[in-house]
């Protein structure tokens, strides 16, 4: 079992629809980051998150600790929100680790 | 994120040559992460330096593979005598401390093919 398990791998959308994806870890962490890579392309790192809910305009991440579990949510979701979106946890100082992705397609 | 230069974007090398992937922290970033993605699977660590020190090599393969960080210019991962299983995309990161509580900073990526 990964330590970092993302949910759904794959998701298809319309556009306009609210899109949830999910992450789950097993470890200690000291923060959970939030990517987006997409295809071919570099990575972009949209949140970082210790505790609590942050927001950036469309996009909105919340954690809970204690549950190890935390969630990227897209408003108003658009075709070029389209990409991979990648959660990763700070195991100690040293390094990363993690999830498989999530491949979003929007369809307009 | 532009400020983490990677180059070149995308190599092809013979299997046997070389393959050397260059990253050039953002201003003021003293720590630099490798992480290779192979197609198809996600992203792993493969090692942790700072300026003239290797911190956590840990995820390297033993054999072909190593890396540097001079006090002056880029990181520079370096595979010896490349093979196809090394086709992959090598992501660089940087911090200005280590990851704890730090936001990370992602160059393009080197797109590696053997052929």
């Known amino acids: 079992k990964n330590e970092v398990e993302q949910s759904p791998q794959n998701l298809t959308a319309q556009e306009g629809e609210f899109i949830t994806i999910n992450c789950s870890y097993s470890?200690?962490?000291?923060?959970l980051h939030w990517l987006q890579q997409h295809p071919g392309g570099g990575i972009v790192s949209l949140f970082m998150?210790?505790?609590g809910k942050k927001k950036h305009g469309r996009l909105i991440a919340t954690i809970n600790i204690q549950e190890k579990h935390s969630s990227l949510h897209i408003t108003a979701s658009h075709p070029r929100d389209s990409a991979v979106y990648i959660c990763?946890?700070?195991?100690?100082?040293?390094?990363?680790?993690f999830g498989q992705g999530t491949r979003l397609t929007i369809n307009p | 994120n532009a400020g983490v230069m990677q180059n070149p974007r995308h190599l092809v090398r013979r299997r046997g040559q070389e393959a050397r992937l260059r990253c050039s922290p953002m201003?003021?970033?003293?720590?630099v992460y490798w992480y290779r993605q192979l197609p198809e699977e996600g992203l792993k660590f493969m090692v942790y330096?700072?300026?003239?020190?290797?911190?956590?090599e840990s995820g390297m393969p033993k054999e072909r593979f190593s890396a540097e960080f001079p006090k002056e210019g880029p990181s520079i991962l370096r595979i010896q005598q490349v093979v196809r299983g090394d086709s992959a995309a090598y992501f660089c990161?940087?911090?200005?401390?280590?990851?704890?509580?730090?936001?990370?900073?992602f160059g393009q990526g080197t797109r590696l093919t053997v052929v």
């Open positions: 990161a940087s911090s200005e401390q280590a990851f704890l509580n730090t936001e990370a900073f």
């Open positions: 470890v200690g962490i000291s923060a």
């Open positions: 998150l210790s505790s």
């Open positions: 990763a946890v700070n195991q100690g100082a040293q390094k990363l680790v």
């Open positions: 201003k003021g970033h003293s720590h």
């Open positions: 330096l700072q300026k003239e020190n290797i911190i956590d």
